[in-house]
């Protein structure tokens, strides 16, 4: 796991970055809020531990700045001020944790453990995975091995039920009523069509095949589909 440490103070920012990297986690050190902002919107972070006082830009500006460009990892402040109404600005921005200097290296460890271990959960709340395909249901984006697929409302919609029902076969009137609120019409072709397009789109071009039709019965979506 990777953190994003900005600390302007060197001497405390070189222990974090030991101390976390002898812990077992990848480290890069800021020095100030404008790399740090640069760092936290154009890397691959799974925490970032932000101080207040910042030269070029303050942590709050930091941290605002990363949540309107979508960065969602937790973030715990660091700082010397221990006013309550600095740690409500900070909460109410979208920090996690809140951790008053001078601090047991223990104890921000341990916060950073927590921290990471809610944001994994949060993050499989978030995102369903089969074989290379990932769907994100926040950002209501699909990629497969990587490449970027673009979905219909409806599609999306069927490749969720689909996986969140993995293994299972669907039939074609339970895809009716959950997709389309309908009652199935055995005249028309909808799902057919739907699911073929589906299919087109994420598994043509793509090992393993995903969605298999049953026949008579469905379908189903399994990583071993053939």
Request: cysteine-free.
């Amino acid at each position: 796991m990777k953190i994003l440490v900005v600390e302007d103070e060197p001497k405390t920012g070189d222990y974090l970055r030991q101390g976390l990297i002898e812990a077992g986690f990848g480290v890069d050190l800021a020095r100030d809020g404008i790399d740090g902002l640069h760092l936290g919107e154009t890397g691959d972070y799974d925490l970032a531990i932000l101080d207040v006082m910042l030269p070029g830009l303050d942590g709050w500006q930091v941290l605002a700045g990363m949540r309107r460009t979508g960065r969602e990892m937790p973030v715990l402040f660091l700082t010397a001020r221990d006013q309550v109404e600095d740690r409500v600005k900070g909460l109410e921005l979208g920090a996690d944790d809140y951790l008053v200097k001078p601090f047991a290296f223990a104890e921000l460890l341990a916060r950073v453990r927590t921290l990471l271990r809610r944001g994994s959960r949060n993050k499989e709340a978030e995102q369903m995975r089969v074989a290379d395909l990932e769907l994100d249901l926040l950002r209501r984006r699909v990629t497969r091995g990587g490449q970027r697929i673009d979905l219909t409302a409806k599609e999306f919609a069927l490749l969720e039920l689909l996986l969140r029902r993995r293994g299972e076969v669907l039939p074609r009137s339970l895809i009716a009523s959950q997709i389309w609120d309908m009652n199935f019409d055995s005249d028309t072709n909808v799902i057919e069509v739907a699911v073929r397009r589906l299919r087109a789109k994420m598994d043509d071009g793509f090992e393993p095949k995903l969605i298999r039709t049953v026949r008579g019965m469905g379908y189903v979506l399994e990583d071993d589909a053939g």
